[in-house]
């Protein structure tokens, strides 16, 4: 089945240790998005890749960071320089022409010590 | 800015009740809009667009409203399996790429 594939999905980690979350897609959707949710937020954007090797900052990238080197794969890393980096990071993509129809992988829990 | 706003509630309501949710967007030139469903510890997964004309979808129904910049979702006969969170989601262009998301309605159904 064609899906999302997050990993891990449960993550903890020391402060001022970097992190690489997975995002993985077999649904050839060109656009894809980093997310993260904190309680009784809603999603706020990260960044997103609408194609290969090139990306774009969302709303919040400050002590992110990501690479698209395949149409598959969109792992984002958090840095020791995100403030608070606890939370709930979703991965989504984006069929072209299907205006809003985020597929939405099982999301990556993080919590920092 | 551009807000998406919505009453985080709980609305607590027995099964069979009809509820409805509204949603707010303060930038009157989005172009799209969607209601999300969001479980407990869950990714959110789409529920249904929003269409200028309305449209229902089973016990679901969404409105928009233009004029008054506000969306709605409308839940008939409420089952339990419909207890989760509903996120109001809005698109400010046309690629649907630069979707906007409301922190949601939590919905609670009881037997």
């Known amino acids: 089945d064609g899906g999302i594939t997050q990993s891990p999905k449960y993550l903890f980690r020391k402060e001022g240790q970097n992190v690489t979350l997975s995002c993985e897609q077999n649904l050839n959707h060109d656009a894809m998005y980093w997310y993260r949710q904190d309680p009784g937020q809603g999603l706020r954007l990260i960044y997103y890749s609408q194609i290969v090797n090139d990306f774009q900052k969302g709303d919040i990238a400050e002590g992110y960071s990501v690479s698209r080197e395949k149409k598959e794969s969109f792992p984002l890393t958090v840095t020791s320089a995100q403030k608070n980096p606890t939370a709930f990071y979703l991965c989504?993509?984006?069929?072209?022409?299907?205006?809003?129809?985020?597929?939405f992988g099982e999301g990556s829990r993080l919590t920092v010590l | 800015r551009k807000e998406v706003e919505q009453d985080p509630g709980p609305f607590n309501v027995p099964e069979g009740a009809t509820v409805a949710f509204n949603c707010t967007y303060s930038n009157s030139a989005s172009q799209s809009f969607f209601w999300y469903r969001q479980d407990c510890r869950k990714e959110p997964k789409l529920l249904m667009s929003?269409?200028?004309s309305g449209n229902e979808d089973g016990r679901f129904t969404a409105q928009l409203n233009r004029a008054s910049q506000y969306i709605s979702l409308l839940i008939r006969d409420s089952k339990l399996s419909d207890s989760a969170t509903y996120l109001c989601v809005v698109s400010f262009n046309q690629a649907g790429t630069a979707l906007i998301f409301g922190k949601g309605t939590t919905l609670s159904v009881s037997s």
């Open positions: 929003v269409y200028s």
């Open positions: 989504a993509s984006l069929e072209a022409g299907r205006t809003g129809e985020l597929f």
